[in-house]
């Protein structure tokens, strides 16, 4: 049975960093693209990140490119959130989630082509 965990949430001053972990069961991530989105109070679901089931293709929104970084490890079939230079408008709950992906080219932040979905952890930046 599938299953996909978040950990590595919390509280951090603006400018710090977290890495966010992923850890997935049920299914390997070579055939998985696997992404990550946050939900603020009041606002809709956004994409942050996304991988690809080579690994070789990443994705990011405008907001956190050059602070965020996907990366998997195959062998522990987790996938990470790096986040550096956080800033307050970056608190949400994170998610990661799951969709079968055979091809680099539909990696994408498109909640709805995401099929598995973890329950999140919380990241709150604040002074």
């Known amino acids: 049975q599938w299953r996909l965990v978040e950990s590595g949430g919390g509280l951090v001053q603006p400018g710090g960093s977290l890495r966010l972990s992923c850890a997935v069961s049920g299914f390997t991530l070579d055939s998985y693209a696997i992404g990550w989105f946050r939900q603020a109070p009041g606002k809709e679901r956004e994409g942050v990140s996304a991988?690809?089931?080579?690994?070789?293709?990443?994705v990011y929104d405008d907001s956190v490119k050059g602070r965020f970084t996907i990366s998997r490890d195959d062998a522990k079939n987790t996938v990470y959130l790096q986040m550096n230079r956080l800033k307050v408008e970056d608190t949400a709950v994170y998610y990661c989630?799951?969709?079968?992906?055979?091809?680099?080219?539909?990696?994408?932040?498109?909640?709805?082509?995401?099929?598995?979905w973890g329950q999140g952890t919380q990241v709150t930046i604040s002074s």
């Open positions: 991988i690809s089931s080579s690994g070789i293709r990443t």
């Open positions: 989630a799951a969709h079968y992906s055979s091809s680099d080219t539909n990696t994408g932040l498109t909640a709805n082509n995401y099929d598995y």
